[in-house]
């Protein structure tokens, strides 16, 4: 998931996220570049309950290096700094899919996963 899923979810604008987190069959993977970017976007109080958060719905934190050909890739598919980043994150974890509201990456179809709003991974989830 990309951090404006997290964000919308601790602001408590949408709960719509505890269907995910419920769900036992899917594993939510997060990177650094999304934590920092969380982390830059809300208040102390919400950091610790970020922080909760990730420790108990088990979201699996990744903190290798990505290899710069995987970076290059998406550099040249046109996306912008953190995104190169994220989409290499995707790819190198070998995700299903990533959630965002993200609109560079919802228009774009070369990815190796697929790309969807939080609405539509939930309905293809019921």
């Known amino acids: 998931m990309d951090s404006n899923e997290y964000i919308s979810y601790l ?12 769900n036992e069959e899917i594993t939510i993977c997060i990177n650094e570049v999304i934590v920092k970017e969380i982390l830059r976007n809300i208040d102390e109080r919400k950091s610790k309950e970020f922080y909760s ?3 108990r719905h088990k979201i699996v934190a990744y903190n290798k290096k990505l290899s710069l050909d995987l970076l290059q890739k998406y550099k040249d598919f046109g996306l912008k700094k953190g995104d190169i980043a994220i989409a ?5 974890m070998d ?20 790309v969807l709003s939080l609405r539509k991974f939930i309905g293809e989830l019921r």
């Not at 290499?88 to 190198?92: G, I, K, L, P």
């Not at 959630?99 to 179809?109: A, D, P, Q, Y």
């Open 11 to 22: 602001e408590k604008k949408s709960k719509i996220l505890n269907e995910i987190f419920a």
């Open 53 to 55: 958060l990730l420790y």
């Open 88 to 92: 290499a994150f995707c790819e190198a």
């Open 95 to 114: 995700a299903d899919h990533i959630i965002t509201e993200n609109r560079h990456f919802l228009k774009s179809k070369k990815f190796e996963f697929k």
